[in-house]
């Protein structure tokens, strides 16, 4: 906290393979069928593209509560500490930065993702329902750019595949610290 910095961790090593990516329930909406070849190829470009592009995305959580629980300090109090605020000054802080800070709820389940379209910022803002005690707010960075282009799920015959094929470059950070301005 004296250095007035908050690390970001990318979003493809928070632990969950799923993380940021559509769940299985909602690849129907995309009016392809997974049995036929070339719909399956598309459907795995598209989540393979997700999953790249979550290597641009860095996130902080946060728990949205007036008390935090016991099973929030036991999952979670080992490897961080505990940050009073309110939703509204960590906003303005945010918005005050120069990268590109975003801050939301996150939601549980597929309901809302219905008919909407496939992109990273939506995904990493919803994980699956029975992670919903954690009642989590992300903060989040977003490094487009630093991507480096959507092809790492093709393989050597261009097919592509659900998750990068190679490790992310040694120049990709595995986090990001953000300091801010008081």
Not at 36 to 43: E, H, M, S
Not at 46 to 64: D, E, K, M, P
Not at 99 to 122: I, P, Q, T
Request: glycine fraction near 8%.
């Amino acid at each position: 906290m004296t250095t007035r910095e908050l690390h970001f961790c990318r979003a493809d090593l928070l632990g969950d393979d799923n993380e940021g990516l559509p769940p299985e329930s909602i690849v129907p909406d995309l009016n392809l069928n997974p049995l036929d070849v070339r719909d399956a190829l598309t459907i795995d470009h598209y989540i393979g593209v997700l999953a790249q592009r979550r290597r641009s995305s860095f996130v902080n959580c946060w728990y949205l509560s007036t008390e935090p629980t016991a099973a929030m300090w036991q999952e979670y109090g080992e490897q961080g500490v505990a940050i009073a605020s309110r939703y509204c000054l960590l906003k303005a802080t945010l918005d005050s930065g120069k990268d590109r800070g975003l801050l939301g709820l996150v939601r549980y389940g597929v309901s809302h993702l219905k008919g909407r379209s496939f992109n990273v910022l939506r995904f990493i803002s919803t994980k699956r329902e029975e992670f919903a005690h954690e009642k989590e707010v992300r903060a989040l960075l977003w490094f487009p750019d630093e991507c480096g282009g959507d092809t790492w799920h093709f393989d050597e015959k261009n097919i592509p595949h659900r998750r990068p094929l190679t490790e992310a470059p040694a120049s990709l950070p595995s986090g990001s610290r953000w300091t801010w301005v008081a």
